[in-house]
């Protein structure tokens, strides 16, 4: 019997409701997590337009820099 000890199973990531921010613009598909923005507003970093809060199912991950904004 062959056993490949370097390929690991996938375990699979849970999805929670997490907050985000989107694009207004309808030609551009830019969005962030609103636990990585560092403004109160963000403006979206691909093509400069306003963005609005929203939520998305994402995996949970976690943001430890020291420059994140303590709203």
Do not use: H
Request: charged share 20%.
């Amino acid at each position: 019997m062959y056993n490949n000890s370097r390929k690991k199973t996938l375990e699979e990531i849970p999805l929670v409701p997490t907050a985000i921010w989107s694009c207004t613009d309808e030609n551009c598909r830019g969005w962030m997590r609103d636990n990585f923005v560092f403004s109160v507003v963000p403006v979206c970093s691909l093509c400069q337009s306003e963005m609005v809060k929203g939520e998305k199912m994402l995996a949970a991950v976690t943001n430890t820099s020291p420059l994140q904004i303590k709203l």
